[in-house]
């Protein structure tokens, strides 16, 4: 009986890994920044998003590094959330 219960407790247990929280960070590259607030507006509109737990923001090179969680955020929805502020971006590799 005992191992009957653990043969139906195990795909639980992994099953369970999909809804287990997990934090990624991604760099970005991210385009129009001219001045020196758009890095601001960038990681404001970055930080606003759910799941994103940091953003920083570098004007010189133009990327953007964003930890957040991959179960309440993706890259799809961060970009998605720049291009809305004016700042088209795109996964670096
Ligand atoms: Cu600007």
Request: aromatic letters at 6%; hydrophobic letters at 45%.
């Given at each position: 009986?005992?191992?009957?219960m653990a043969?139906?407790?195990l795909?639980?247990i992994f099953?369970?890994?999909?809804?287990v929280?997990e934090?990624r960070?991604?760099?970005?590259?991210?385009?129009?920044?001219?001045?020196a607030a758009?890095?601001y507006i960038?990681?404001k509109s970055?930080?606003?998003?759910?799941?994103v737990?940091?953003a920083?923001?570098?004007?010189?090179?133009?990327?953007?590094?964003v930890?957040?969680?991959?179960d309440?955020?993706?890259?799809?929805?961060l970009?998605a959330?720049?291009?809305k502020a004016g700042?088209?971006?795109?996964?670096?590799?």
């Amino acid at each position: 009986m005992k191992k009957l219960m653990a043969l139906i407790m195990l795909p639980m247990i992994f099953g369970t890994s999909s809804l287990v929280a997990e934090i990624r960070t991604v760099s970005l590259k991210v385009d129009n920044m001219t001045c020196a607030a758009c890095p601001y507006i960038v990681k404001k509109s970055l930080l606003s998003l759910e799941g994103v737990s940091q953003a920083s923001v570098d004007y010189d090179q133009k990327t953007a590094t964003v930890t957040f969680d991959d179960d309440k955020s993706s890259v799809a929805k961060l970009t998605a959330s720049k291009a809305k502020a004016g700042y088209p971006s795109a996964l670096m590799e």
